[in-house]
């Protein structure tokens, strides 16, 4: 385990307003193509899973998801630059899962640009298969970029690191 994950100052929380600002600067530093903070408070206001990574008062990453009839779509995950790479994704998927079985969501869906190596390595370190694609669905450099559409069925398949999913439900 990455020396991050095991600081005490490490938490998950839910997200509120205030965070917002703050966020958002973490989105714009790691997206090319960010969400703006009113799309956050949208988020924010209908109730979807709106969950940060704090390191004492800096937060280090969010998470966003819509639970609804038995599915989850995972909408947001994001690690700030300068902590990626040391387990902080996957604790937010791991949260993300938790609460999508604590909303007896059976499946969780997400959709990834085929370019962005690092999610599609996380992604399918979970289990996450690949189950379409919607064309010229994101904005790029020149012109557009497929989604890949994945998804995981809750419940069935334990990753590991299982216990620590538990743990975060
Ligand atoms: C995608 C993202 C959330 C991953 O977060 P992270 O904290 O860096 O990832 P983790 O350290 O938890 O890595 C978990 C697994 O992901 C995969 N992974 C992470 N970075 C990777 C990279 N650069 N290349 C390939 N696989 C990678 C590996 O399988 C890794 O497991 P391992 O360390 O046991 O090999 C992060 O890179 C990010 O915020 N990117 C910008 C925002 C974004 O693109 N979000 C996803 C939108 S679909």
Redesign the pocket.
């Known amino acids: 385990m990455s020396a991050l994950l095991k600081d005490p100052a490490l938490q998950l929380r839910p997200m509120d307003e205030s965070d917002v600002d703050t966020v958002t600067e973490v989105e714009h530093l ?2 090319e193509f960010p969400w703006t903070a009113a799309v956050f408070r949208d988020c924010l206001r209908v109730g979807y899973c709106c969950w940060i990574a704090a390191l004492g008062d800096e937060l280090v ?1 969010h998470a966003v998801m819509s639970v609804a009839v038995g599915e989850s779509h995972i909408l ?4 700030r630059p300068d ?10 998927m791991y949260r993300l899962m938790g609460l999508a079985r604590a909303h007896q969501a059976d499946t969780a869906y ?4 085929p370019s ?7 992604y ?2 979970l289990g996450f298969n690949q189950v379409g694609v919607r064309r010229s669905y994101y904005p790029a450099r020149s012109g557009r970029e497929d989604a890949l559409i994945f998804a995981k069925e809750l419940g069935r398949y334990l990753p590991r690191g299982s216990g620590a999913m538990r743990r975060d439900i």
Do not use: D, P
């Not at 902590?83 to 937010?92: A, D, F, H, I």
């Open positions: 790691a997206y990453g947001n995950v994001c690690v902590m990626q790479g040391q387990g902080l994704g996957r604790k937010l997400l959709e990834v640009r962005n190596r690092a999610a599609l390595g996380l399918a370190s």
